[in-house]
């Protein structure tokens, strides 16, 4: 799993690659969170479009992210899924949890609603 980060008008985006299975990448996609919210960057879009493969960790990875940044008073946001993510988001009905969007574009708008 790889990060790589882009900084949108109100938003950062976190674009994840490869596999989601937790190990030592965990502690580092935390570790960014945390490192932005610190710097008040509070509205956060984890783009899943390259992701191939989560298990629970991932999932597990993804639910601690969203309450961290919502602790804080942010907004968490998923964006791009794939088709096979997107189902394992439905089966495990964490879809009703997450706000997600088509596109980052879609996803950056909807911080400026708010």
């Known amino acids: 799993m790889k990060f790589k980060t882009k900084e949108h008008y109100n938003a950062i985006e976190i674009e ?12 580092e996609f935390h570790k960014l969170i945390k490192e932005y919210l610190a710097e008040g960057k509070k509205n956060i879009i984890v783009n899943l479009g390259s992701v191939k493969f989560m298990n629970s960790t991932g999932l597990g990875m993804l639910i601690g992210a969203f ?8 907004k968490f946001v998923i964006a791009k899924a794939t088709e096979k993510i997107n189902s394992l988001l439905v089966m495990t009905k964490l879809i009703t949890i997450f706000d997600h969007y088509e596109s ?3 996803a950056i708008k909807s ?3 708010e």
């Open 16 to 27: 994840i690659k490869g596999n989601v299975i937790g190990g030592p990448d965990t502690q």
């Open 67 to 74: 309450t961290s940044v919502k602790n804080a008073g942010g």
């Open 111 to 113: 911080f400026k609603t």
């Open 104 to 106: 980052i574009e879609d």
